[in-house]
Every structure is written in structure tokens, then in C-alpha cells.
């Protein structure tokens, strides 16, 4: 699990924990990493493990997946969830603030996915699942960056479900909707927010963290075993509209 210290990410690997599931948690930072992991262990009485990683060095990517197969004997599942959101118009952000973006959001998860290739192979079973967004099937303004970079993984997904379905291993990305992270409570309340909660979710309201939950143990499970190449919306009916 990539980015799984806090947001989504952290209620995706405590989910697939309760699930049964043995997980490593990376960070930025060891020290955010192992305590994310000793509060799932401590939650779910599940094996859990905090490894540092940089998602955009290839070297620190293969470093933690290595770590995580050794320490829990191989690698079944992996989660791609560490990601940035940049914002503003196209005039205003630097080419380093756009690099960037594709970097976390494209590079990270191709990096992740490569290092883990042979370990996934190995279980017979894989299962790779890249949160994506709905940004990256709808559009908003000041989001080049980040509709671009979500719009690529989308792609990055599709193209390994073709690559290694022949290996057993399906891949498919979760595409959330709004949900109040980190990323989003400071724009809660701003013109566009509203308006789309208001009038374009058909739920017509944020979703809660809790409620990807689901998505994640479905697409982890052998309930999805013909399922790859797929995008799973949890936008409560965003991109229905």
C-alpha cells in the first residue's frame, strides 16, 4: 500500500486488514509509516508493516517492495495510492508543479507496479489497484495537473490489465469522487465544491473515508477474479450526471 499513512489510503489498508490481509504501509517518512502500522495491527490484530519509500526513486521503490515481500513472505496485493493534487490555471503553475504532478501520480504507481511484477507473478493471483479519480474521466478548471496525471493512470491501468493478464494478475483502478481528505477540507466551501455537490452528485453530499472501503476489498478478492482493465466510480454518482 503506497500512501497509505492517512486518507484514503490509510482506510483502504486497514480495511483489506480486517479483511485478513497481511499489509505494508509506505511513507515519505518511517516514522508516519510505522505508526499508521502499529495502529492497524493494534486495530485489526493483523501483521502490519510501516516501510519508508519515495514513491517517485526507483531505487527506494524497489528497496520497499523488497522489504514487504521479505518480511511477509511475498506479495499478493498491491494498492497504488500515494499521490499529490496540484492546483491552479494553466498560466500561473510552474513546469516543475506539472512534472511533478506526473511524477507522483504516473511515475510512482509504473515504478511501484515494476518492482513488484515478479512477486506478483509468484502468487498465481495478483491483484494491482491504482486509486485513480474521477478527474480522470471529467474535467474541472485549474486542474490541468492533476486531471492529466489521473487521466494517465487510467491508461497505465488498462494497459498492464492487457500486459499481465496472461500472468494471472488483474489490474483495475478505484476512481473516488469527493471525499473530505486533506486535500479537500480547505476547498469544502469554494464556489466549484458546492456546485458540484450540489448539483452534479447525485447523492448531493461528500463521501465519508469509510465508504472506499469496499470497493478496495472487492477488487482485492477473488469475487473480482474476471475483472481487469477496469475503472470502479465511487463519486456517489458524479460521473453519472
Known amino acids: 500500500m503506497t500512501g497509505g499513512s492517512r486518507g484514503l489510503g490509510a482506510v483502504i489498508a486497514e480495511a483489506l486488514s480486517f479483511a485478513g490481509a497481511q499489509v505494508a504501509v509506505t511513507s515519505r517518512t518511517r ?15 493483523q501483521v502490519a508493516l510501516g516501510v519508508e519509500m519515495e514513491a517517485t526513486e526507483a531505487a527506494s521503490v524497489e528497496a520497499a517492495v523488497a522489504a514487504a515481500v521479505d518480511a511477509l513472505g511475498g506479495l499478493d496485493i498491491l494498492v497504488n495510492n500515494a499521490g499529490i493534487l496540484v492546483r491552479g490555471a494553466i498560466e500561473d503553475l510552474a513546469v516543475a508543479q506539472f512534472a511533478e504532478s506526473l511524477s507522483v501520480n504516473v511515475t510512482g504507481p509504473w515504478l511501484a507496479c ?6 506478483l507473478r509468484a502468487s498465481g493471483h495478483g491483484r494491482v489497484i491504482n486509486v485513480a479519480s474521477t478527474f480522470g474521466l471529467v474535467a474541472a478548471p485549474d486542474r490541468t495537473a492533476y486531471t492529466s496525471s489521473k487521466g494517465a493512470l487510467i491508461q497505465l491501468t488498462r494497459a498492464l490489465a492487457m500486459e499481465w493478464a496472461p500472468h494471472g494478475i488483474n489490474v483495475n483502478a478505484i476512481a473516488p469522487g469527493p471525499f473530505l481528505t ?9 464556489e466549484h465544491s458546492v456546485r458540484v455537490i450540489g448539483q452534479e452528485v447525485a447523492l448531493k453530499r461528500w463521501g465519508e473515508l469509510h465508504e472506499i472501503a469496499g470497493a478496495a476489498i472487492y477488487l482485492a478478492s477473488d469475487a473480482s477474479s474476471y475483472v481487469t482493465g477496469s475503472v470502479l466510480t465511487v463519486d456517489g454518482g458524479w460521473t453519472a450526471h
Open 31 to 45: 516514522r508516519d509509516a510505522e505508526a499508521k502500522a502499529a495502529e492497524i495491527a493494534e486495530t485489526t490484530g
Open 114 to 119: 515494476r518492482a513488484a511484477a515478479e512477486a
Open 182 to 190: 486533506e486535500m479537500n477540507t480547505a476547498h469544502q466551501h469554494s
